[in-house]
C-alpha cells in the first residue's frame, strides 16, 4: 500500500483551499469562472448537509485535499454520502472528482486519496462505494480496488 510522501497530509477541504482546488480540478475538466464567494458558500453548504448513520448525523459532503509540505493543495476528491431505501435504508458512499496536480502525478496520491475516501465511507457505515470514471482511467481504478458493475450514462443539457 503506497504511503503519503514526507510532510504531506491528507485533511478536510477548508474555505481558503480555493485556488488550489480550482487549480487541481482543471486538470480533470471544465471548472469555469467560479469565484471565491461561490466557493466559500459551496464548501459551508457542504459542512451543513448531514445524514443519519447508525442514529448520529454525518455531514454527506466529505471533500477532501493532499497538501504538500508547503500547505499547497495537490490532490482533491470527495466522498458523497447518499441514504438509500435499498439495505434497509442503507448508505452509499460515491466518490467524485479526483484529480491530481499534473507536476504531482506519478506520486501515488490518486490512489492514496481513493483509498482515504473509500475507508472513510466504510466508516461511516456505507454498504458499498462506487465511483463513475472515463473508460480511459478504468485501469487506474482498478489498481485501487474497484471493479466494473454495470455502464454509466448521463443526458446532459
Known sequence: MPVLPNEYSIRRVKPSDYEGIVETLRVLTVVGDVTK??????????????????????????????????????????????????????LVGHIEDIAVAKDQQGKKLGQLLIEH?????????????????????????????????????DRRS
Open 37 to 90: 464567494e461561490q466557493f466559500e458558500e459551496t464548501v459551508a453548504y457542504w459542512n451543513e448537509v448531514t445524514v443519519k448513520s447508525k442514529g448520529e448525523p454525518i455531514k454527506a459532503y466529505n471533500p477532501h485535499v493532499i497538501t504538500d509540505g508547503s500547505g499547497k493543495v495537490v490532490a482533491t476528491g470527495t466522498v458523497f454520502i447518499e441514504r438509500k431505501i435499498l439495505h434497509d435504508c442503507g
Open 117 to 153: 475516501l473509500t475507508e472513510l465511507a466504510l466508516s461511516r457505515g456505507c454498504y458499498k462505494v462506487i465511483l463513475d470514471c472515463d473508460e480511459k482511467n478504468v485501469g487506474f481504478y482498478q489498481k485501487c480496488g474497484y471493479s466494473i458493475k454495470g455502464v454509466e450514462m
